[in-house]
């Protein structure tokens, strides 16, 4: 591969300010869809050239671990694991090859990057306020990007995030739009308490979709089919990181995370 389709690593700083300016930019003009509950849809959210560079620099199935919580249930007989997942932090990506890791670590500051953040608490201000009142502006939230690869078999039962977390967004990274139908599920909640289906996001090039977490932002996956051999996509969780206990949990998940990150390359 011409390792010239990269940026490299002199001229990152550059490239990730004019990246964090694009993105900052497709949330501004994100389409804001009250129902069934207050959430944005993307379209184009990295420039063309950048996305195409993400598709190229794709880590190795080797350099993922699995994901916890929900996922593991999800797990195949044979224990593999359907969901897997690289976060985008230096200090988890330093092990990529020079070329994929000034990509990724590129893609992971613009994504922590604090006109981001301001970007999505403006944008989804109606769900923000709804849950934190008046000062939502004021209620800190800790970035955590993570690239995700889920296989055949892979799927989520209608669920609300915990309230550890503030903002969900999830960017799709497929390679082109030949499996549209394998997106998130958004649910109606009606007053009997059943949770229709009531709009799918459209798994899309360089596409997804953002909610400020709330008691009503019910959402799901079907079982990915086995038309698709990777779907790839990118979780940026905003949690919410006011008073002692929230930052310290969060500093302290990164922190345990990256031990057993090193621990599992090292066994």
């Known amino acids: 591969m ?36 207050f959430h944005l849809e993307f379209d184009r959210v990295f420039p063309d050239a950048v996305y195409d560079t993400m598709l190229l620099a794709m880590p190795e199935s080797s350099d ?5 919580g929900r996922s593991r249930s999800n797990d195949l007989a044979d224990g593999t694991h359907t969901r897997v997942k690289i ?8 092990h990529l090859p020079a070329p ?12 922590c990057s604090e006109p981001l953040k301001n970007a999505f ?5 109606p769900g923000l306020r709804k849950r934190f009142g008046e000062d939502f502006a004021a209620v800190g939230m800790y970035p955590i990007p993570i690239l995700t690869r889920d296989i055949p078999g892979y799927r989520i039962a209608p669920h609300t995030d915990t309230h ?11 390679a082109d739009d030949a499996n549209t139908d394998i997106g998130t599920i ?18 899309g090039r360089n596409s997804g979709y953002a909610f400020a977490v709330g008691d ?52």
């Open 216 to 267: 009503d932002t019910w959402h799901s996956a079907d079982p990915v089919h086995d038309r698709v051999r990777t779907r790839d996509s990118i979780l940026l969780t905003y949690f919410v990181d006011a008073g002692p206990l929230r930052v310290l949990r969060n500093r302290g998940k990164r922190l345990g995370n990256f031990v057993l990150n090193e621990i599992r390359r090292r066994i």
């Open 121 to 125: 608490r403006r944008k989804l201000e």
């Open 186 to 203: 958004m649910h109606e909640v009606r007053p009997d308490g059943s949770k229709p289906k009531a709009a799918k996001m459209r798994f």
């Open 2 to 37: 011409d390792q010239t389709t990269y940026p490299s690593i002199g001229d990152r700083a550059a490239a990730t300010a004019a990246l964090i300016a694009h993105v900052v930019n497709s949330v501004d003009q994100a389409r804001a869809v009250a129902a069934p509950f």
């Open 164 to 174: 550890w977390k503030g903002i969900t967004v999830q960017f799709y990274l497929p």
């Open 64 to 68: 993922y671990r699995p994901m916890h």
């Open 100 to 111: 994929k890791l000034a990509v990724w670590r590129m893609v992971g500051d613009a994504l």
């Open 87 to 94: 976060d985008l932090f230096p200090e988890y990506i330093r």
